[in-house]
């Protein structure tokens, strides 16, 4: 056992140093040109991630300090192709910054660490407090506003769940309630041939089993699983994820739309994401930008939703991505 | 001199520990170990392989793996059970609808040969979201008080205010410490 788990880590060594050599002296190369050819940042970027995936797969035999030390040249690859990639963009400057995330973020740190008393154990004590939940949850050919929302009590940001939701309009931009009444972040499951339109929310957003659905939303994370026929419009200063996801398209979030903070948007990296279901050295056939044609004109959210007497039918079937 | 004294003595000299951080994805796992670490938060992407950071807490040296919880990758959370001194399994105190698949990813682990013996820690996180659910809600959920394998505790939490994250880590260190070492910190 402990044979073979060492010619397998002087395997590992000397296939991963080889692929390291290669792809540095290529960085350097590109590093160096003057333009920026997108198609080699493309081939590099498939090594890159080759090279992630073998690392993974290695982590069963590999002592954890070489784990580490491999680990912080992939991510070191990783940083280096990012910003290649936003040097050879001819587009806004790139910055992960946004705005602080809620107003609790400015507590410092060090009224964190206070060695407070060690907290109560908690099944006797909290459980006198009932949480709340907040949900929009089984809805059919409705056009739901703020207003269908059960008010939150609390002035802190709460979360959302959204659930079982079929041949609906959500609109919970237009009309937003008072700052009593922010989303923090989402949790959605099970949405079928619907327009979902959401604000902007400091928190993260994790969807499940999404169908044939139009999405928009701003947040600071965002992962999507076993969904199919999204058109996502997404503004987020972390890489999209998808999984077990197929026929997914993503573009901006409507720019007129962001209430907050207009740089977020510039710098937004909605087309950066990763499909954790296909980490290997081909381009994820599971997602693509959203052309531009094909996308809702930016001044026509939210009226795009509702347009004259329109039903939300109609709507749907003008709106709705191909399948 | 018997074995176990043998690695009882060798261990009090490295005063090394080893923690897990797992849960499902979008849980708040490498939120909470930048904020232990004073890192910026905001511009943290879901973890696509892990993160390791070492602290120093009191006499002992504390190595922490941040595993990524995405589905696609549970399967290679195997391979960082070996030697692991305490789990801290990290809730979306938020997430209700994926309460019965936290419940069945952390029983599983409770299962693992390699895992007996460690200390666990359940940090239900993001209480400074007005509804999410409480320490107790969770531990109603997840079957927590049935636990009888592992010694086991409950702390809410915020990575994003940093609120009872330290006193999440004190107690894992205290218990791991007992364990190993027979003595309090
Ligand atoms: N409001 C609030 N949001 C939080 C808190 N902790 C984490 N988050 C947010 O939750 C999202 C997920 O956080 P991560 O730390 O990336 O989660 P993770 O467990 O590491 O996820 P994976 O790497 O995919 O396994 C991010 O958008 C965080 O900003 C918290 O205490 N409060
Ligand atoms: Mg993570």
Known sequence: MADTNRSLIEEFYASFNASRTDIASRLEVIGTAVSKSTEILDQLAVDVSKLRKELADATSFLPSYDQRQYELQVKSFEHSLEQLRVSAAPKPKFAFKRKAATPATNQTVSDAKKPGPATADLPSTASTIASNARALSNHTGQYLTSSSLPVSSSTAGSELTISDIDHCIVDLVSNQGEGSNAITAVHVKNVKRSVLLLPSMSGSAILHDVENTVLAIGCHQFRMHTSSHVDVYLSIPSNPIIEHCTHIRFTRYPTHLATSDSTAEASSTHLSVQDFSHIRATPSP??????????????????ALLRGDDDVESVLKRLLPPI | MGLFTIIRKNRQKEREMRLLFLGLDNAGKTTILKRLNDED????????????????????????????????????????????????????????????DCKRELHGLLSEDRLAGASLLVFANKQDIANSMTGAEISKALDLLNIRSHDWKIQPCSAVTGESILDGIDWTVHNVANRLYGTVV
């Not at chain 2, 938060?41 to 990524?68: C, E, V």
């Open chain 1, 286 to 303: 599971n997602w693509k930008p959203l052309p531009e044609e094909a996308a809702i004109a930016e001044k026509t959210w939210p009226r």
């Open chain 2, 41 to 100: 938060i905001t511009g943290i992407s879901p973890t696509l392989g892990f993160n390791i950071k070492t602290f120093a807490h009191g006499r002992y040296t504390l190595n922490i793996w941040d595993i990524g919880g995405q589905q696609t990758l549970r399967p290679y959370w195997r391979n960082y059970f070996e030697q692991t001194d305490a789990i801290i399994w990290v809730v979306d105190a938020g997430d209700r609808l994926r309460m019965q």
